[in-house]
């Protein structure tokens, strides 16, 4: 089957962790901007050096480098017969980006899965992450920061996926495996 998903979320409500073994089931790539980002800052490359002090501040990296990225890693092979977005799109123009792109392919995108968490919990859950992976980008400062670019800039783009009957809301507080299960009912409940 091919099925070709975004999964939607808060800082923190879970995405790159549901991610994985959701993209696993269906057997499709989980591709994640943010992991990207993050190997291109590590190994030093031209991208990483345009998009360290942006992700570090956390603010969003600017829409022609995304989608340019994704545009490129959407080309590769493994990712002809579905993926699994996480973190993309995050902007009003990115999402017409993506749906212009898929659209020149004859295709569309099937599915998006919102994770819905409470902002207080998540900021705990991001501290730790910090103490466990000293993530630049999660001192609680810059995760209030993210937290708000998150309600400007990526939660009105849920209204349009409302709008073409492709969301489906998960509650993403509670345990990892509880939160993966709720997704696949969820999923099957669409007719995934
Ligand atoms: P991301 O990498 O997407 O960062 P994130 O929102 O924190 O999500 P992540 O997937 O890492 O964490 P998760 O919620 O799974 O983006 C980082 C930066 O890259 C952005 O700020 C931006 O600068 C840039 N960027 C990325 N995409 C972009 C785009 N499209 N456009 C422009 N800029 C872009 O998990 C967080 C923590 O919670 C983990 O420690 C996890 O273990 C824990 N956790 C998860 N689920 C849990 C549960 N159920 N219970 C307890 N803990 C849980």
């Not at 800052?41 to 501040?57: H, M, P, R, S």
Request: charged share 25%; aromatic share 4%; glycine share 10%.
């Amino acid at each position: 089957m091919t099925i070709r998903m975004l999964i939607v979320g808060a800082p923190g409500a879970g995405k790159g962790t549901q991610a994985g073994a959701l993209a696993a089931a269906f057997d499709v790539p989980a591709i994640s901007t943010g992991d990207i980002f993050r190997a291109n800052i590590k190994n030093g490359t031209e991208l990483g050096k345009k998009v360290q002090a942006i992700t570090e501040q956390g603010q969003l990296v600017p829409d022609s480098l995304t989608n340019e990225l994704i545009q490129d890693r959407l080309g590769q092979a493994d990712a002809a017969n579905g993926f699994l977005l996480d973190g993309y799109p995050r902007t009003a123009g990115q999402v017409d980006f993506l749906t212009e792109l898929l659209a020149s392919e004859g295709a569309k995108l099937d599915v998006v899965i919102e994770l819905v968490t409470d902002e207080d919990a998540v900021v705990t859950r991001l501290l730790k992450r910090a103490q466990e992976q000293g993530r630049v980008d999660d001192t609680e400062e810059v995760i209030r920061h993210r937290q708000h670019v998150y309600r400007e800039q990526t939660a009105p783009i849920l209204d349009i996926y409302a709008a073409r009957d492709a969301l489906v809301k998960v509650d993403g507080m509670g345990t990892v495996e509880e939160v993966a299960q709720r997704i696949l009912d969820g999923l099957a409940a669409a007719g995934f």
